[in-house]
């Protein structure tokens, strides 16, 4: 179900410039942008990527990671 939101690609840089992840699956919402891939190591200061459907590109720094876990069994 959730999967199916997932509809935007990002790419998760460190503050350096390093890639920590190239291609992930993601919702990307005003406010707020959901992963289902809670291994991926997001901390604060990171910088997310989000190519458009038109190629062109947006960037968003983490300001507060607030991973939750999943409540579904």
Do not use: W
Not at 2 to 8: A, K, L, P, Y
């Amino acid at each position: 179900m959730f999967e199916e939101m997932m509809s935007d690609t990002i790419a998760v840089y460190k503050e350096s410039g390093e890639v920590v992840e190239s291609s992930i699956k993601a919702s990307v919402q005003k406010n707020t942008i959901y992963l289902m891939n809670g291994k991926i190591p997001i901390e604060d200061g990171f910088i997310i990527e989000r190519t458009m459907s038109n190629g062109g590109k947006e960037r968003f720094r983490v300001l507060d990671a607030g991973f939750r876990e999943s409540s579904s069994s």
